[in-house]
C-alpha cells in the first residue's frame, strides 16, 4: 500500500486495468450464471420426479444436464461454427477490435457489448481510484463494482437477480463493517439492510394486495438490503428516489421505443445498481447540498 501514497495516480492506473481484464470475466458470469441456474431448476425438478426420467427424453435430457457446466467449463465456442475461443482472442477489447467483431474462423458476428462491458468496468474502476484510497476498503470497492454489474446486465437479459450475487454482496457489506473496514457503522449497515429489505417487500405487498399482481422481485429486496449494508441507512432514501426516476425516464423511453403497453415487466435490479453506485461515490455530497440548503431556507 505504500507505493500508493508516493505514487496516488497508480491506483487509478491499476484499478483501470485490473476492471479491463475482471469485466472480460464479468461477460462470462453474465451470460453463464443464469444457464447454470436453469439447469439447476431442471435437474432439481426431474430428481423430484423420478417417474419422470421413464421418458427416453427425460433421461437423456438429465444426462445433459449432468454434464460440467460451470464458469469455467466448458471453454467458450462461437455459437455457429462451435469453434473454440483462442486464448488470443480474449484480450479485452483489442480482440474484438482487431477481429472486427467477428469469428476469426466463420465471420459470425460478435456483439459489441462484450467490449462494452469491459470498457464500462474498467471506467468505474478508474473512478473508484480516483475517489477511494488504495486500502481494503478501497479494493472491497472494486469487487462491489463488478457484482453491480454482473448484477444490472443479468437482471437486463432475464428479469433474474441471481442469489449468488446478491446475498454474498449484503454479507460482504455487513463483514467489512463489522471489522471497521467500512467508514459505515455496523449498526448503520445493519439497519440499512433490514430497512432496504423491508421497504421494498412492503412496497411488494402493498401493491399486490391492491391489484393482485406481483409488482417486483424478490432479489430487488435483496439487492436493496446489500446496498443497505454497504452505505447505510441513511442512503436508502436518496437510493429509492434515483433509483424511481432513472427507472421511470428509461421505461417511458424503452415504451416509446418498443411500442409495448404500460404493463409490459421491465426490471428495477438495474436502476438500483445505478442509483446505489452513484450514491456510493457522490451519496454524501448530494445529501449534505440538500440539507445546508434546506437549513438556509
Known amino acids: 500500500m505504500i507505493i500508493f501514497d508516493y505514487y496516488p495516480s497508480l491506483f487509478p492506473i491499476l484499478a483501470g486495468i485490473f476492471g479491463l481484464l475482471i469485466g472480460s470475466f464479468l461477460n462470462v458470469v453474465i451470460h453463464r450464471l443464469p444457464i447454470m441456474m436453469e439447469r439447476e431448476w431442471k435437474k432439481d425438478c426431474i430428481e423430484c420426479f423420478p417417474q419422470l426420467q421413464r421418458d427416453p427424453d427425460v433421461k437423456k435430457e438429465l444426462e445433459n444436464l449432468n454434464k460440467p457446466f460451470n464458469l469455467n467449463t466448458p471453454r467458450s465456442r462461437c455459437p455457429k461454427c462451435n469453434t473454440q475461443i483462442r486464448a488470443i482472442d480474449n484480450i479485452p477489447v483489442m480482440s474484438w477490435l482487431l477481429l472486427k467483431g467477428k469469428c476469426h474462423k466463420c465471420d459470425n458476428p460478435i456483439s459489441a457489448r462484450y467490449p462494452a462491458i469491459e470498457l464500462l468496468t474498467a471506467l468505474l474502476c478508474v473512478v473508484i481510484g480516483l475517489f477511494f484510497p488504495a486500502d481494503w476498503y478501497g479494493f472491497a470497492l472494486l469487487f462491489f463494482t463488478f457484482t453491480l454489474v454482473s448484477a444490472t446486465f443479468i437482471d437486463l437479459d432475464t428479469m433474474l437477480l441471481p ?90 423511453i424503452q415504451l416509446r421505443l418498443q411500442n409495448k403497453g404500460i404493463e409490459k415487466a421491465f426490471p428495477f435490479g438495474p436502476y438500483l445498481a445505478i442509483a446505489g453506485w452513484f450514491c456510493l461515490i457522490w451519496g454524501n455530497d448530494l445529501i449534505s447540498w440538500y440539507l445546508n440548503n434546506m437549513l438556509s431556507m
Open 163 to 252: 442469489d449468488q450475487l446478491t446475498l454474498p454482496l449484503m454479507w460482504g457489506g455487513l463483514v467489512l463493517s463489522l471489522f471497521q473496514i467500512s467508514p459505515v457503522s455496523l449498526y448503520d449497515a445493519v439497519i440499512g439492510a433490514i430497512a432496504g429489505y423491508l421497504f421494498l417487500w412492503t412496497i411488494f405487498w402493498a401493491f399486490k394486495l391492491l391489484t393482485g399482481k406481483e409488482g417486483m422481485g424478490y432479489g430487488d429486496f435483496k439487492l436493496l438490503a446489500a446496498l443497505g449494508a454497504w452505505l447505510g441507512w441513511q442512503q436508502l432514501p436518496l437510493i429509492i428516489l434515483l433509483s424511481s426516476v432513472v427507472g421511470l425516464v428509461f421505461g417511458l
